[in-house]
């Protein structure tokens, strides 16, 4: 529910889309067979919820989830000439791999903005740090981001 | 829309990290996740562990040799043989005096690794483990000045920005102890942090963004703000370690966010409720981002805002997504 209203900020949407979460995982388990049940609900209502949040914006704008998508956009290098554009699942594992380097707080910054959709005001409160250093350390994490998807030729 | 297809990934992102977030949904939780990954994190402190504690073993064997042969009653040397030992153990005194600081260190490696070994598969692992390396480092800052306290957090992010460390360095004859060079590698920019503590540290924190980056925006962005909004650096740390900084310039970054303004931002970066704008910043974020934060602003942040688009014109001109974000603000900015 609070990935949803992270994403949304209006509680009618959020517990709609949380219902569609519930029957969606009705529906696929089985044969599907999640390890772990948060994650896996998690991304679920993460995806149905933004896609109402598309829906929604056709009209109006959240800040926060704007906000969020468009710092996840300026960490993807742009596609060129020279490079080409590699299948989700190879972002997908640089994704992992540069979780896997970062120190263990911007590691936790990362999740909790760009997979959880945390605004900055509540990840401040959360880990007793000021808006701005959160804000200093998840722009320095994007520009790394960046650098580290260029390196490995991944655009888009 | 290029955020579809990352946010894609993000979304299918290895579920350990989804879970990890879940679970340190607090400032405790994150401080002793810290202590914990810190503890856990370097196989090479490991190995250097057990290479100690092997140092420690063979030691103890060969210095107790000396000491076991001579309470025997049975004489297992010949008497020349035994000469020769007591002359030995009187001319190495000196030499074993000397030792006594090696044994020592090895035995505190020892003490690590068996903890470690103890410990190992255990999820709350205890301090003591982590503890020698903040001993060692306690030990050498003791003798020149007294280090401020510091939470378990800033301690870690400490490391990061070395100070202490420099004490250590400079012991060291200019080299890191190995068993700090994970933590180096690991700390993001470290490298250039290594350098900003100390005589000219600007002008070398400038020619290593240099050097990695080239000519770029990254470059403007003042040293002291991102150090202390990063960190959140202790006043007595930055008066105590950056001589370089007039008291007024403190005075301005701890007091007064306007002073900052005037003292260290002149054409490169605006500081405003807390955050720095930079060029860096305003290539990177959405406009919406500084149309909140600068809409209680006054008259003078936003000039100052606006200028620093016109600066950044020319390089957002490489890219026409950011050029279009640039133009969106200055327009914006233009109204207010």
């Known amino acids: ?156 | 829309m290029r955020y579809d297809k990352l946010n894609e990934s993000i979304g299918n992102m290895d579920s350990q990290y989804i879970l990890l977030a879940d679970e340190i949904d607090s400032k405790e939780k994150l401080d002793a996740y810290i202590k914990q990954n810190r503890k856990n994190f370097s196989p090479i402190y490991k190995m250097l562990s057990v290479a100690a504690c092997a140092v420690l073993i063979f030691c103890g064997i060969t210095l107790s040799l000396p000491w076991f042969s001579s309470n025997q009653e049975v004489d297992f040397l010949a008497p020349t043989q035994k000469e020769d030992r007591n002359e030995n153990i009187v001319a190495e005194d000196n030499p074993m005096e000397e030792d006594k600081y090696d044994q020592n260190e090895s035995l505190y490696y020892a003490d690590a690794t068996a903890s470690e070994v103890e410990n190992e598969g255990v999820e709350n692992i205890t301090q003591d483990t982590t503890m020698p390396m903040e001993d060692d480092m306690t030990d050498s800052v003791s003798d020149t000045v007294d280090p401020p306290t510091y939470s378990e957090e800033k301690e870690f992010l400490f490391y990061g920005l070395k100070i202490p460390y420099s004490d250590v360095y400079v012991q060291n004859k200019g080299k890191y102890p190995e068993w700090f060079e994970p933590y180096r590698d690991t700390m993001y920019n470290t490298k250039w942090m290594d350098e900003i503590v100390g005589e000219n540290a600007f002008a070398k924190y400038q020619m290593y963004v240099k050097e990695t980056y080239g000519e770029s925006i990254f470059s403007y962005e003042p040293l002291l703000y991102n150090l202390i909004l990063y960190y959140d650096i202790p006043r007595e740390t930055v008066e105590t370690y950056c001589k370089e900084f007039t008291q007024q310039e403190i005075n301005a970054l701890y007091t007064d966010g306007d002073a900052v303004n005037e003292v260290f931002c002149s054409d490169c970066a605006v500081y405003c409720n807390g955050y720095l704008i930079t060029w860096g910043d305003l290539a990177f974020d959405d406009e919406n981002v500084y149309k909140s934060m600068l809409s209680s602003s006054s008259p003078n942040i936003i000039e100052r805002v606006y200028q620093l688009c016109l600066k950044a014109e020319n390089f957002f001109a490489e890219d026409p997504l950011c050029q279009q974000a640039n133009l969106q603000l200055m327009q914006w900015l233009q109204n207010q």
């Open chain 1, 1 to 156: 529910m609070q990935i949803s209203m992270n994403i949304l900020r209006n509680r009618t949407d959020s517990e709609e889309c949380v219902n569609d979460t519930y029957l969606k995982m009705w529906n696929r388990i089985p044969p599907e067979r999640p390890i772990y049940l948060l994650p896996y609900a998690g991304a679920i209502v993460r995806n149905v919820s933004l896609d109402r949040y598309k829906y929604n914006t056709a009209e109006k704008r959240n800040f926060n989830t704007t906000a969020t998508l468009s710092e996840i956009d300026e960490c993807i290098p742009e596609k060129t000439s020279v490079t080409d554009a590699i299948e989700n699942d190879s972002i997908t594992e640089a994704i992992n791999l540069f979780l896997d380097g970062l120190d263990p707080v911007s590691k936790i910054l990362f999740v909790r903005r760009y997979w959880y959709f945390d605004s900055y005001d509540s990840l401040a409160k959360r880990y007793g740090m000021s808006a701005g250093s959160i804000r200093t350390k998840l722009s320095r994490i994007r520009k790394k981001l960046y650098i580290f998807l260029e390196k490995r030729g991944i655009s888009v």
